[in-house]
Each structure stands twice: as structure tokens, then as C-alpha cells.
């Protein structure tokens, strides 16, 4: 095994799995809410709006699921990655499945009226871009050189 194919065979090297980082915020936002409590009482239509917000998260990682399996590649950031997936939702946003996750933590917390459930997308999409998507940027570029280049040249990181 060569040098190069033993440095692919942990993908990006990503060492903590990044929806664990949005429940872990979630869950230490309602921790947070028990003692602070502080609710979105103004929003009508609140929990409506909260489960519409997970649902489109959850559709999105669903989507990004299945394309990635049509291009058989890994969706695990912490396994190598043998193509660049540029269609689809993928032309739209870099990082679907981490916006996917903040729909869904900002969802969760409106849908329970709770204001700082609803914010725990923030420091967890902070955290995620140092601990997985500066390592995934980092790992294509090497692995696919000109060709990651163009695509992140071409589509944002976000939206």
C-alpha cells in the first residue's frame, strides 16, 4: 500500500462525527432553557413552523443520502471519498447535510418554544467548520486538485 493510498483510507480524517455536535449543542441548549428559560411565544404558527423546518432537514439529508449512493462514494466524512458530487442538491450548496442539521436543530426549537434550542444551529455549524469541513475543504483539494477548485469556485459553501 503506498503512502498516499494509506493517507485516503480515513478520507478527510474527521474524528467526530458532526450531527453529534448539533444534538450535544441542542441538548445543552435545554439544559441552558431550564435555567434561563426563554421562549418564542410571538411566533404564530410556531410549532407548525418548527416541524416544516425539520421535515425540509430531514428531506435534504434524505436526498443527499441517495445521491450520494448513486455516485457510490462514502457519506462519512471520516471515509475516503472517490468522486466529487457536484449535481443535484450539491450544485446548490457545498455543505447540504451540515445546513440540513441547522434546519433541523432551529426547527426543533421552535417547534418546543424554546429560543435557545433555536440558536444551538449557531455554535454548532462553528464548530463543525473547524472540526470537519476546514478538514473536508483541506482532503478534496488534495485528493482532486483542480477539479475540487472549480466546483467550490462554482458553488457556495452554504446557499
Avoid: Q
Avoid at 23 to 37: S, V
Avoid at 101 to 126: E, H, K, R, T, Y
Wanted: positive net charge; aromatic residues 18%; proline residues 6%.
Amino acid at each position: 500500500m503506498s503512502k498516499d493510498e494509506i493517507k485516503d483510507e480515513k478520507g478527510a480524517a474527521v474524528k467526530f462525527p458532526p450531527p453529534l455536535v448539533f444534538l450535544l449543542m441542542m441538548l445543552a441548549a435545554y439544559g441552558f432553557h431550564n435555567f434561563f428559560p426563554m421562549t418564542l411565544d410571538v411566533l404564530p404558527f410556531r410549532f407548525y413552523l418548527g416541524i416544516s423546518m425539520v421535515t425540509f432537514g430531514a428531506v435534504i439529508i434524505i436526498i443527499s443520502f441517495f445521491t450520494f449512493r448513486h455516485a457510490k462514494t462514502r457519506i462519512e466524512p471520516w471515509k475516503p471519498t472517490s468522486n466529487i458530487i457536484s449535481t443535484g442538491i450539491f450544485s446548490y450548496s457545498r455543505n447540504p447535510i451540515y445546513l440540513a442539521f441547522c434546519f433541523i436543530s432551529l426547527g426543533i426549537g421552535v417547534s418546543l418554544n424554546s429560543f435557545w434550542i433555536s440558536l444551538s444551529f449557531i455554535p454548532s455549524i462553528v464548530v463543525v467548520f473547524f472540526i470537519a469541513i476546514k478538514k473536508e475543504e483541506l482532503y478534496l483539494t488534495n485528493k482532486f486538485g483542480d477539479d475540487y477548485l472549480e466546483y467550490k469556485a462554482k458553488v457556495r459553501r452554504w446557499f
